[in-house]
T-cell receptor, first 115, second 112 residues
Framework: GENVEQHPSTLSVQEGDSAVIKCTYSDSASNYFPWYKQELGKRPQLIIDIRSNVGEKKDQRIAVTLNKTAKHFSLHITETQPEDSAVYFCAASIDLAGGGNKLTFGTGTQLKVEL | KAGVTQTPRYLIKTRGQQVTLSCSPISGHRSVSWYQQTPGQGLQFLFEYFSETQRNKGNFPGRFSGRQFSNSRSEMNVSTLELGDSALYLC???????????FGSGTRLTVV
């Protein structure tokens, strides 16, 4: 089945710096790649997603890039702020034979933005 | 519009008991998926329902089951609870395949 690896597991940056989180996936049939932000004690929230027919997507300070050949995708956060501190999860989704799909998640990155 | 609603928020059960968790998706969302979140294993896929049919199932034992009703609300049942079932159970809904899954706040299950 699909396997998603995520690095680093923890990331500490200074406010205003950029943060990059990288994920690799194993199944070349994966076609949808969302990123979720989970603050302590709260639910995961979708912050950006990308489909396999697109190489890059940007939303204000957040961007995601996808390299299908290498089977990896990355989250880029620019001008980081303290409120960006959270656990970030990448995921890959594959269409399944019975219809529908399932998300396979990475193990998460604890991002800490220091003042 | 209302988000994904999960009840109850917290639950404490004894080993051997069974438990039923409920999820009400966003109005118009027909796909409901369930995930187990633990510190050690991260987010693990349990199953997905669409139009009252279980389309996909993760690698969990048969003690974990679920169903979906005609109004898209879904329930998850765990029988013969074990200590290792203690986790945050998250439900996510989507209006179609590969489109913006929205998570509920989860049910925190503690098995003692």
């Amino acid at each position: 089945g699909e396997n998603v690896e995520q690095h680093p597991s923890t990331l500490s940056v200074q406010e205003g710096d950029s943060a990059v989180i990288k994920c690799t996936y194993s199944d070349s049939a994966s076609n949808y790649f969302p990123w979720y932000k989970q603050e302590l004690g709260k639910r995961p929230q979708l912050i950006i997603d990308i489909r396999s027919n697109v190489g890059e997507k940007k939303d204000q300070r957040i961007a995601v890039t996808l390299n299908k050949t290498a089977k990896h995708f990355s989250l880029h956060i620019t001008e980081t702020q303290p409120e960006d501190s959270a656990v970030y999860f990448c995921a890959a989704s594959i269409d399944l034979a019975g219809g529908g799909n399932k998300l396979t998640f990475g193990t998460g990155t604890q991002l800490k933005v220091e003042l | 519009k209302a988000g994904v609603t999960q009840t109850p928020r917290y639950l404490i059960k004894t080993r051997g008991q069974q438990v039923t968790l409920s999820c009400s998706p966003i109005s118009g969302h027909r796909s409901v998926s369930w995930y187990q979140q633990t510190p050690g294993q991260g987010l693990q896929f349990l199953f997905e329902y669409f139009s009252e049919t279980q389309r996909n199932k993760g690698n969990f034992p048969g003690r974990f089951s679920g169903r979906q009703f005609s109004n898209s609300r879904s329930e998850m049942n765990v029988s013969t609870l074990e200590l290792g079932d203690s986790a945050l159970y998250l439900c996510a809904s989507s209006r179609s395949v590969n489109y913006g899954y929205t998570f509920g706040s989860g049910t925190r299950l503690t098995v003692v």
